[in-house]
């Protein structure tokens, strides 16, 4: 069966330090991949996607994430974090219907 | 354009009682999903739906769920006889086409006591 996974469910950066949320699927076929932040209380909204093109896709709020089909693995990073960057972060895949990976809560220290 | 709204934002129920949410996508969008987030937890599927047309529902999904999506506007999701392990958000999102950003409602927040 078709899987998204997230690696780490909590990670703890500090402020200006990389952020580095890692997602992998399981086919064979690359399917269409995005990411997804959810602000405390509020909706999910989009960060970033990946359809066809180019692998290294840059997203709102400076992240960007890099496709990456020998490793199937879509992981996201932004170089320097921010508090307001305290958020869970889902990794999502499209192989027909939109599926999630469970999550990864991003905690942003001083 | 409103975006996706749900109604309604809160519902709390007493155990075996039926509940129906509904979602008003944005209009122009084929696809309409529908998921359950608790606590933690990423949004798992529930069903979606291309126009009105149902084509996917979860495995995991009790006959006690059922969505409709008459006209290819609106959908209802119904649970009849609700279990205090139904207490969960119930997120909408609607779509159009594979490839393209998928819009979240605000959620319907359902407790059962």
């Known amino acids: 069966a078709q899987s998204v996974t997230q690696l780490g469910s909590h990670v703890s950066v500090s402020e200006g330090a990389l952020v580095l949320l890692r997602c992998n699927y399981s086919s064979s076929v690359p399917p269409y991949l995005f990411w997804y932040v959810q602000y405390p209380n509020q909706g999910l909204q989009l960060l970033l996607k990946?359809?066809?093109?180019?692998?290294l896709v840059k997203g709102i709020n400076g992240f960007e994430a890099e496709f990456k089909k020998s490793e199937t693995s879509f992981h996201l990073t932004k170089p320097s974090a921010h508090m307001s960057d305290a958020a869970e972060y889902f990794c999502?895949?499209?192989?027909?219907?939109?599926?999630f990976g469970a999550g990864t809560q991003v905690v942003v220290t001083p | 354009d409103t975006g996706v709204s749900q109604n309604p934002r809160h519902k709390i129920t007493k155990r075996g009682q039926n509940v129906t949410f509904r979602c008003d996508p944005i209009s122009e969008h084929n696809r309409l999903y529908w998921y359950r987030q608790t606590l933690g937890q990423g949004p798992e599927f529930l069903t979606y739906f291309q126009n009105e047309a149902q084509l996917e529902k979860s495995r995991l999904l009790s006959d006690r769920f059922s969505a409709e999506r008459p006209k290819g506007s609106f959908s209802t999701l119904e649970i009849q006889r609700t279990e205090q392990g139904d207490s969960a958000m119930y997120l909408c999102?609607?779509?159009?086409?594979?490839?393209?950003?998928?819009?979240f409602g605000q959620g319907t927040r359902l407790t059962v006591v």
């Open positions: 990946y359809t066809t093109g180019a692998t």
């Open positions: 999102a609607s779509q159009q086409g594979m490839n393209t950003e998928a819009f």
């Open positions: 999502a895949v499209h192989w027909g219907k939109l599926q």
